[in-house]
């Protein structure tokens, strides 16, 4: 158990581990060098802007640009290893320094209690008067020794020693444990930027490495199927992973099929460059960088002259806009997106496995994961509805955020990833009553879900949320593009019909068990039932299971409450622990069928229209009967109108 | 005709390059530090550790030194525009190092 000593020692044990003042040198060598360190990611940051503006134009610029940015990344990755690895060794320096001090307190307990208890040993059976004197002496002088070191024999002491032994070993392994993993996690980090994905995809483009990675694969051209794609994928290295990326990071990244990581990756060396054009657009007019995308809100109308956004003839309405001015608009709108991206990221534990800023006539496509669905056993994809867009992504994304939160709180033994999905072109209050758009969106999105069942492997259980006009996107991926076969469950939530021509649940490929459907009974999209995009799910005849989603906010006065507008967005409200949020948490993580057990369940409407003008009247004195728009109450009997909605529905206890 | 004002990116390449000496620097200075004794395992990983990152800064600082002669070269003229990218990334660092003084 005893270790040979490290240095000279004096006493009976020896000392153990390290010399604590070595160790601490070290370790404080380790911590300047994290302070040093500290600075290079920021200088190199603070580049990016500048290096932007000097070469603005050409391929090659950009490459140059994303690699500094990717440098930026790494040199910022190397500072927490510097910490973690000069913390556990100072932490370490402390155990070896108290150890020492221990190991001097036993020596000075041994010094003291050694002799006399050997002395007291080697007496004899007392037979004499002065022989029992001498043992009376000697008990004494042992029970003194013992009273003064606090250790009653030599043996308490020898167990102390390898108590202390045990303890500095541990000290020793756990500093190790921690050396060991900020070593592995370089590898972790990635590698160094002279290899970066750049690099790799030039050369291997120059070598004509892609023909050769398909031709290897069986292929000629490459594949555009999602489980092709994810096929291909799984015969590459790692640095060819890393080439096709760079070959074509805003085809690639937004490529079903290849893993959420790696496009995960690339995109968001995408987005930083995007940033970085904004940022030294900023720059070159002496604007302050904003910190969000809510700082574009509060620029001045003086900074707005600077930006090329407005003059004074425009700002005095007697000019129209100038084509300058909307470019430099679109430039604005362009930049307050990428920054909504940014905003929305830093949510935390986010992938960005779609980032097309251009898509739609600028409006952009975009798609961020909480969680990680290539690892995930759940995985929800929240389809929005009327007016979404990416410059108001952090929306999507706080509601698809809660839902990950409620939802993993649901099933702790399963991982979940939720993705707030803005992955098509969402209609304006213009053009809702068209079905078009969720036409368009339907094939992505039903592509999309195959590109997470490829890149997988294993059987998720997957769930769509279409809220809103997102619930016809959903209806129509599940009639005309084969949603049904890769989904487990589907939650239409504010329905504004499921579009086609479906009339049941089996005309949507699903289920009976396989459907939820929520509505509030105060959403002002009742109004429209079966008026606009088809079906009503929520009607008694559509099948499927109806979900609680009364907000007991929901009487609250103000206009955009009465008219149950806002009720038609609060399906993923947090506040309160909600009906909805918790219903639908029990969908997304697969627990459907204990909505019932939960007391989630709800009765449907029954859809026997009561004429409009039946609604009780409303009669201020003096004047004629007002007969108030629906829904006051709804132009049918609801029975969650009268029911008390309810709160407080939490997973686990906060 | 390259695409950029060449006093500014000469000026970004300059300071890219000072932030490679000083990862150099510490890579360096990292190179020189001791474990305190080889014995246990803490030793052991702090030696692989004091390696594995030493090299990685020293990486770091060849590539932000290889980005500075990127930004240098291509500002003066030495290497075309459409041809910067490929200089830059397609070789080894000390490769690209002296097709830059070659250029």
Known sequence: MRPPPDVAEQGHYPVVGEDPTLVRVLSSALADLRDELRALGPAVAREVPSLRTAWPQGRDGDLAVLDVIRTRTFADAVVPPFGVAADALSQYADDLAAGRRAVRVLNGAFVALSPVAAHLASLAVPTTTAQMVERDRAETDVRLAAAATGFVSVGDIDVAYEVLVARVTIASEECAEALRGVTAAQSVVGSVPGASVFAGGLHLLADGGLGTSLRRAGLSTFPDSPLLVAAFWATLTGVERQAVLASDPARFGNLDGIPVRDRDSVNRTRLEGEIADGDAWFVAHGIPLPHGQADLDRLTPWQRVRLGLLDLPTLLLVRPVLPTQAQAARRLGRYREDLAVRDTLAFGDAHLMTFDPGAFQGEGRVAIAFGDPDSADNITLCVPGLESRVAKMTQVGSDARRLYEESAAADRAHPTAVIAWQGYDAPSFLTVASSAQAEAGAVLLASDVRGLVATHGNDPTITVVGHSYGSTVTGLALQQHGLAQDVDSVALIGSCGVGGSARTVVDLGLRDDQLFVGTASRDVINATSNTLLGKDPLDPDFGGTRFRTESVERDRPGLADVTGITDHSRYYDQANHSESLYSLADIASGHGDQLRAHDMVADRPNRVRVPLYDAPPVSPPGLPPIVLPAPFPPPYVDPEYARPATSGHLHEEP | ?103
């Open chain 2, 1 to 103: 005709m390259l695409a950029m004002d060449p006093d500014r990116v000469r000026g970004v390449g300059g300071r890219i390059g000072e932030v490679g000496q000083l990862a150099r620097s510490a890579a360096d200075t990292l190179s020189h530090l001791e474990v305190p004794h080889a014995r246990v395992t803490v030793d052991q990983a702090a030696a692989a550790f004091l390696r594995v990152w030493g090299d990685a800064l020293l990486a770091l600082a060849t590539e932000l030194r290889v980005l500075d002669e990127l930004c240098s070269c291509s500002a003066a003229g030495v290497v075309r525009d459409d041809e910067a990218a490929r200089f830059s990334y397609a070789a080894p660092a000390s490769a690209r190092t002296r097709t830059a003084v070659a250029g």
